[in-house]
């Protein structure tokens, strides 16, 4: 039988991240689900990691990217050897955000397509990380959310919620450079008419350490290319999907 949710982790040696993550998974998950560590180099420090937590935690399968290095490539590759019905696209380095993946599960139930996490709306917040890098995303998505009308308020986040079956469809093409194609995937989906779904979460970047990929120049390069054409088509589209926002008790009565 094939789980309901595939967890999607793509790494680049995130050993003691990895070790944190699959611990907390292994706690917390009662949905029949399946977690791919997806990896692009044989050396990676995560394989170890992986190859140890299996015995007690065989939901967990190594997945050897060689598409090209990358996100992108690495959510390709990830998809292709899912089995759930729903992808989980999820960083090794975010502890805080799998409190939301029950109330993502819920509104993927209600009918939504893909699922959006969002940092700066409905209680979330943004935690540590690069000063400049937090300066940026909050701006960009302040900008793209007002001047666009897009029903996300946090677009270029990288925890996200698909079903599987859609997932190619979106005809992801952005470049290998960061997370810009979780941005690339929010524009997409709103675009396609699918139904939407927003949950807030606390984010807190790299609480166990690792070396953030983080390099301002082609970061934003890439991010402005893609708000650029985000903006363009969100202006001239039709087709615009609905969104659903489930906020857990927690954040109750937290600012945005």
């Known amino acids: 039988m094939n789980p309901k949710l595939s967890i999607l982790l793509p790494v680049r040696n995130e050993g003691m991240n990895l070790k944190v993550m699959l611990k907390i998974l292994r706690a917390v998950m009662e949905v029949p689900h399946e977690v791919l560590v997806v990896h692009d180099d044989p050396k990676d420090t995560s394989i170890a990691v992986v190859l140890k937590a299996q015995s007690e935690y065989p939901n967990v399968r190594l997945i050897h990217n060689q598409r090209g290095r990358g ?50 709306a409905h209680g979330g917040r943004r935690l540590g990380g690069s000063f400049i890098g937090g300066v940026l995303s909050r701006t960009a998505n302040y900008l793209f959310h007002t001047f ?37 995937l929010a524009i997409k989906a709103q675009i396609a008419g699918i139904r939407l779904g927003e949950v807030p979460i606390v984010s807190i970047d790299r609480l166990y350490g690792g070396k953030s990929t983080f390099r301002l120049g082609p970061w934003v390069f890439e991010y402005l290319k893609w708000f650029l054409w985000g903006v363009r088509v969100l202006w001239t589209t039709s087709k615009r999907s609905t969104v659903t926002v489930r906020s857990s008790e927690y954040f109750q009565g937290k600012a945005a």
């Open 71 to 120: 996100v992108i490539n690495a959510l390709k590759e990830g998809v292709s050897k899912a089995r759930g019905e729903f992808v989980l696209i999820f960083a090794a380095d975010e502890v805080g955000p799998v409190l939301a993946i029950e109330e993502m599960l819920q509104l993927a139930g209600e009918g939504c397509d893909f699922i959006s996490c969002t940092r700066y």
């Open 148 to 184: 666009t009308g897009a029903v996300l308020t946090d677009s270029t986040t990288g925890i996200k919620l698909i079903r599987r079956t859609l997932f190619e469809s979106l005809n992801l093409e952005s470049s290998p450079v960061g997370w810009v194609v979780a941005f690339e």
